[in-house]
Nanobody, 113 residues
Framework: QVQLVESGGNLVQAGGSLRLSCAAS????????MAWYRQAPGKQRELVAG???????NYADSAKGRFTISRDNAKNTVYLQMNSLKPEDTAVYYC???????WGQGTQVTVSS
């Protein structure tokens, strides 16, 4: 069974940084593209960043230059380093394995102004 466990969310001031982690299991992690999504209150869930099995990355315009997605295949973990955080980054952040319709519980990121 696919399991995704996100962690690392917190309350941080604008301009601060956070590093989110997502521990994955139940599938061959190293062969799977991964992605981070977020959902703010009253808004639809949106893609933040993605990383292929070979390490190629893509970002939403809102994340470019501030966020970095990475993966550690030895640990079955995908990360999202978030710098220069803004209040509009406040959301619950989720990771997802491409091709699998499973979501973790998410991790709350709150950025105060």
């Amino acid at each position: 069974q696919v399991q995704l466990v996100e962690s690392g969310g917190n309350l941080v001031q604008a301009g601060g940084s956070l590093r989110l982690s997502c521990a994955a299991s139940g599938f061959t992690f190293s062969r799977n593209a991964m992605a981070w999504y977020r959902q703010a209150p009253g808004k639809q869930r949106e893609l933040v960043a993605g990383i292929t099995s070979s390490g190629m990355t893509n970002y939403a315009d809102s994340a470019k230059g501030r966020f970095t997605i990475s993966r550690d295949n030895a640990k079955n973990t995908v990360y999202l380093q978030m710098n220069s955080l803004k209040p509009e980054d406040t959301a619950v952040y989720y990771c997802k394995a491409t091709g699998w319709n499973y979501w973790g519980q998410g991790t709350q990121v709150t950025v105060s102004s």
